[in-house]
């Protein structure tokens, strides 16, 4: 245990946004810290040095995609996550749940509000067939790759994640969507508890049984969709759970979330969660998300958004986002942020991206992924920055103001 944990810093007037410090046996992340999305143990496009020469502190790969492919033995042979990626900070894995939940469903974590007509227990979009089964032992779904049929239940989830041996995990949950009713929300919400406390006993099991590894955490998820009563319970009950003398390191806030209501959903589970343990958010990006959620309570973050939408030359800077693939970019030789301190920024310009992805050249994706992984990485570091000075709401204002000017 003594390899983990977490120490609060500043604290903003609202006693729930912080800084801190989360210790792991393969170095600190300071926070709140944006931590770069690297699925297939690889941040698509990137080096793992230009990674690390972005700022980003921690890398999270996807235990579902390494359990099918390479295989999470493989990875536990090569030395874990970490060196078969040569990435020597800390990593997280995913628990799967997600991924394989909403195999073929066809729909988004975060659902459009239009799509709120629907309510239905069994939430699937027109046209697609559903890959994956949820019963009250685990999950059987069918490889996106093959079709092979897999199960996945807590313990397989709990081996897979201490095979591949990141850092830091997190329990098989249920994810549910808005659209499924209150009374799916509850008996689903029953299930993500009763997974919770078989993830823990196979966690000490593994921890106990592979003598000599680094120590890994393991994160409890609070469901419970968009209601207060649902949300507070399971963040209650995640709390105080204890399992064979162990309890979970921090805590992941999951489930589908509505723009709108995301930071007072957060601030509901963190007011209940304990405060010398971290948060984690999964899955969102967006500047206006980021201010949201960290001042309600949330200290770490992880979003495939930034790189996935670089690939098609979306390119965020403060004052909003751009398509560098427009005419207007064609002969533009200045940088693709001005001020911005990549390496992208200090060496190319948007004329040289413009031409890169008409081209459909490679090192476009490596470029604009750059630029938008160390936008994102710097926002989350200057909003630590902001709390630490006592000027948060200052420069959420500020910040926002000019980024959403458009
Ligand atoms: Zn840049």
Redesign the pocket.
């Known amino acids: 245990m003594a390899d983990f944990g977490f120490t609060p810093g500043a604290v903003l007037e609202n006693g729930l946004g912080r800084t801190g410090v989360i210790q792991t046996p393969h170095g600190e992340i300071r926070t709140p810290a944006f931590i770069a999305v690297g699925t297939k143990a690889t941040v698509k496009a990137v080096l793992p040095e230009a990674v690390a020469g972005l700022g980003a502190q921690a890398v999270l790969a996807n235990a579902y995609h390494l359990y099918l492919q390479p295989g999470s033995d493989i990875v536990d042979a090569a030395g874990g996550l970490g060196t078969f990626m040569n990435w020597p900070g800390p990593t997280f894995t995913d628990s799967g749940g997600f991924q394989v939940m909403s195999l073929g469903v066809g729909f988004k974590k975060v659902l459009a509000m239009d799509a709120t007509g629907l309510v239905d227990d069994d939430v699937i979009a027109p046209g697609k067939t559903r890959l994956a089964h949820v019963d009250d032992e685990g999950v059987t779904f069918t490889s996106h790759l093959n079709g092979d049929r897999h199960r996945f239940t807590p313990e397989v989830s709990m081996r897979i994640q201490h095979e591949l041996g990141a850092d830091i995990m997190f329990a098989f949950d249920e994810c549910t969507t808005l659209l499924n009713t209150r009374g799916y929300q509850e008996s689903s919400l029953e299930r993500t508890q009763a997974w919770a406390v078989r993830c823990l006993a196979e966690h000490e099991r593994q921890t106990t049984e592979r003598v000599g590894k680094p120590y890994q955490a393991l994160f409890g998820v609070v469901q419970g969709a968009q209601y207060e009563d649902l949300r507070r319970q399971a963040a209650r009950d995640l709390a105080a759970l204890e399992v064979d003398g162990r309890s979970f390191d921090g805590f992941g806030i999951g489930g589908a979330l509505e723009k709108e209501n995301l930071g007072t959903i957060v601030g509901w589970v963190a007011e209940e969660l304990p405060f010398d343990k971290p948060r984690h958010l999964l899955g969102i990006s967006e500047p206006d998300d980021f201010f949201a959620a960290i001042a309600a309570g949330a200290d770490t973050f992880d979003c495939v958004m930034p790189s996935r939408v670089a690939r098609n030359g979306a390119i965020y800077t403060a004052q909003g986002r751009y398509n560098v693939n427009t005419a207007a970019n064609r002969r533009s030789f200045t940088?693709?942020?001005e001020g911005?301190?990549?390496?992208?920024?200090?060496n190319y310009s948007r004329a040289y991206l413009h031409h890169l992805f008409k081209a459909k050249e490679m090192l476009a994706s490596t470029l604009a992924t750059?630029?938008n992984e160390?936008?994102t990485v710097r926002l989350v570091d200057d909003i630590r920055a902001s709390i630490e000075a006592g000027r948060f709401a200052e420069f959420r204002e500020t910040f926002l103001g000019r980024f959403y000017a458009k």
Not at 340 to 346: G, K, L, P, W
């Open positions: 940088p693709l942020e911005c301190d990549c390496y992208t920024c200090a750059i630029h160390r936008f």
